[in-house]
């Protein structure tokens, strides 16, 4: 590297995009320290694995080629194990929609999205999703001994009974659990233990499914959202599942109440509904606390505005998340069939602050230079003293220190001093080249 490229090297990426050009700038670093690679210098100093010492280095260079999510990084509005994970599907065209993408969102929302984009080799995130990303969720358990034992003697015994109509195919100890699990929900206990179970004729439980209302899409309910279905999953759950929806909560004509008058309270009926459209957990995505008896059925429009005591005007949330909404913190827009949208209060003055900084970054940089009211005599003028500064500045960026860098430039200076009776100043490059003589 020339020392007048060195000189010229103002912004940290121009510096860290030009080491990487070298690869033996690095080589030389860690081999002077007495290390034959560098991941055995990220091991003996830092206590890093190989494996995580191969991936900062893998992030790094792609935050080379993304600018906004480096600097959200910088900035400290996204995590490094965020950021890593977002270098690894965006780039410098679709950057910007994930930034937008996730600002909204859950973290666990983000992870989701990431996820379904590298397995299906997605560049940027989807712009009309009912839901979460239908991805197969993993369930894994651990058995004693004795256990396992049972587990098996179960298996076999399963397989048995059903072999004949499989025609000697083998399930699946998925399929197993599952044809085990829809038994116990579709019967009911006898009187007794000893009597086993009794067949219904009907199904006892509910699964919620929603439907897009501008496509044919579906999605269920979990722990951590809505999570969208696979093509097709609703047609088959519509043919084998029968639709059940109450009289007493069936949509009306959606009219407005006349002013001046409110609407019934909430039903037994319209909770339950409630309770079973949003699989029992608050609707606040920043949330999903799972209520109980403790849950609250709240008319997003207030029955004292006009709100109707209807499906699409009520949501559940849970204690804390009703107060904060009723105390003015928590702001809920939006119905559930096309999404609600939870905001805090306080997003507006975040987002206020955030337009400042962006303002403030805009604006160009000032700097003044102090100079004395008296000089001696053999002072250096302000043009040498422009060079001293970038001379120093530029034998710091080669790896030496501060202190070390102005020792080198003292020694040079007095070189320089004897050698023309303090008559000429050296330039910048001079006292560089002069610096890194042995």
Same mark, same amino acid.
């Given at each position: 590297?020339?020392?007048?490229?060195?000189?010229?090297?103002?912004?940290?990426?121009?510096?860290?995009?030009?080491?990487?050009?070298?690869?033996?700038?690095?080589?030389?670093?860690?081999?002077?320290?007495?290390?034959?690679?560098?991941?055995?210098?990220?091991?003996?100093?830092?206590?890093?694995?190989?494996?995580?010492?191969?991936?900062?280095?893998?992030?790094?260079?792609?935050?080379?080629?993304?600018?906004?999510?480096?600097?959200?990084?910088?900035?400290?509005?996204?995590?490094?194990?965020?950021?890593?994970?977002?270098?690894?599907?965006?780039?410098? %065209?679709? +950057?910007?929609?994930? *930034?937008?993408? =996730?600002?909204?969102?859950?973290? @666990?929302? $983000?992870?989701? !999205? #990431?996820?379904?984009?590298?397995?299906?080799?997605?560049?940027?995130?989807?712009?009309?999703?009912?839901?979460?990303?239908?991805?197969?969720?993993?369930?894994?358990?651990?058995?004693?001994?004795?256990?396992?034992?049972?587990?098996?003697?179960?298996?076999?015994?399963?397989?048995?009974?059903?072999?004949?109509?499989?025609?000697?195919?083998?399930?699946?100890?998925?399929?197993?659990?599952?044809?085990?699990?829809?038994?116990?929900?579709?019967?009911?206990?006898?009187?007794?233990?000893?009597?086993?179970?009794?067949?219904?004729?009907?199904?006892?439980?509910?699964?919620?499914?929603?439907?897009?209302?501008?496509?044919?899409?579906?999605?269920?309910?979990?722990?951590?959202?809505?999570? %969208?279905? +696979?093509?097709?999953? *609703?047609?088959? =759950?519509?043919?084998?599942?029968? @639709?059940? $929806?109450?009289? !007493? #909560?069936?949509?009306?004509?959606?009219?407005?109440?006349?002013?001046?008058?409110?609407?019934?309270?909430?039903?037994?009926?319209?909770?339950?509904?409630?309770?079973?459209?949003?699989?029992?957990?608050?609707?606040?995505?920043?949330?999903?606390?799972?209520?109980?008896?403790?849950?609250?059925?709240?008319?997003?429009?207030?029955?004292?505005?006009?709100?109707?005591?209807?499906?699409?005007?009520?949501?559940?949330?849970?204690?804390?998340?009703?107060?904060?909404?009723?105390?003015?913190?928590?702001?809920?827009?939006?119905?559930?069939?096309?999404?609600?949208?939870?905001?805090?209060?306080?997003?507006?003055?975040?987002?206020?602050?955030?337009?400042?900084?962006?303002?403030?970054?805009?604006?160009?940089?000032?700097?003044?230079?102090?100079?004395?009211?008296?000089?001696?005599?053999?002072?250096?003028?302000? !043009?040498?003293?422009?060079?001293?500064?970038?001379?120093?500045?530029?034998?710091?960026?080669?790896?030496?220190?501060?202190?070390?860098?102005?020792?080198?430039?003292?020694?040079?200076?007095?070189?320089?001093?004897?050698?023309?009776?303090?008559?000429?100043?050296?330039?910048?490059?001079?006292?560089?080249?002069?610096?890194?003589?042995?």
């Amino acid at each position: 590297m020339r020392f007048r490229e060195t000189l010229e090297l103002a912004h940290p990426i121009d510096r860290v995009k030009r080491a990487y050009g070298r690869r033996d700038f690095f080589l030389e670093r860690y081999r002077q320290l007495g290390f034959s690679s560098i991941d055995a210098y990220a091991e003996a100093t830092f206590r890093f694995h190989h494996t995580k010492t191969y991936q900062l280095i893998e992030v790094s260079r792609a935050l080379l080629g993304l600018p906004r999510i480096a600097s959200a990084l910088e900035q400290g509005e996204i995590s490094w194990s965020l950021a890593a994970k977002l270098s690894r599907v965006a780039t410098g %065209e679709t +950057e910007g929609e994930w *930034l937008d993408f =996730l600002r909204p969102r859950r973290v @666990r929302a $983000v992870e989701l !999205e #990431i996820k379904d984009a590298r397995e299906k080799k997605r560049q940027k995130p989807r712009k009309e999703g009912f839901g979460l990303p239908g991805l197969p969720v993993r369930i894994a358990f651990e058995l004693k001994p004795e256990e396992h034992a049972l587990y098996e003697k179960g298996i076999e015994k399963v397989h048995a009974e059903l072999a004949p109509g499989l025609g000697g195919e083998r399930l699946e100890p998925k399929d197993v659990l599952l044809l085990l699990l829809r038994r116990v929900l579709e019967t009911e206990p006898a009187e007794s233990v000893t009597a086993g179970r009794r067949e219904t004729g009907l199904s006892p439980f509910t699964v919620v499914v929603h439907k897009c209302p501008g496509c044919a899409r579906g999605a269920v309910e979990s722990e951590a959202g809505r999570v %969208e279905l +696979e093509p097709g999953a *609703l047609e088959r =759950l519509e043919r084998e599942a029968g @639709r059940v $929806v109450p009289e !007493e #909560i069936a949509p009306r004509s959606r009219q407005p109440v006349p002013p001046g008058e409110r609407d019934r309270p909430n039903t037994p009926a319209l909770r339950q509904a409630v309770f079973a459209r949003d699989g029992g957990c608050c609707a606040n995505p920043c949330c999903r606390r799972r209520v109980e008896s403790d849950g609250h059925v709240h008319h997003i429009k207030a029955r004292a505005l006009g709100g109707p005591t209807e499906l699409h005007n009520t949501c559940l949330l849970c204690v804390w998340c009703h107060a904060l909404h009723h105390s003015g913190q928590l702001v809920i827009e939006g119905d559930p069939d096309t999404g609600l949208v939870f905001r805090p209060a306080a997003e507006g003055l975040t987002a206020a602050i955030r337009r400042s900084l962006d303002q403030a970054r805009a604006l160009p940089v000032v700097r003044t230079a102090e100079v004395a009211a008296a000089r001696a005599p053999d002072s250096a003028s302000a !043009e040498s003293e422009d060079e001293l500064r970038g001379a120093r500045a530029a034998l710091e960026k080669l790896g030496y220190s501060r202190s070390e860098a102005r020792r080198r430039l003292e020694i040079v200076l007095g070189r320089f001093r004897e050698a023309t009776g303090g008559k000429e100043s050296p330039g910048a490059p001079e006292l560089i080249r002069e610096c890194l003589r042995p």
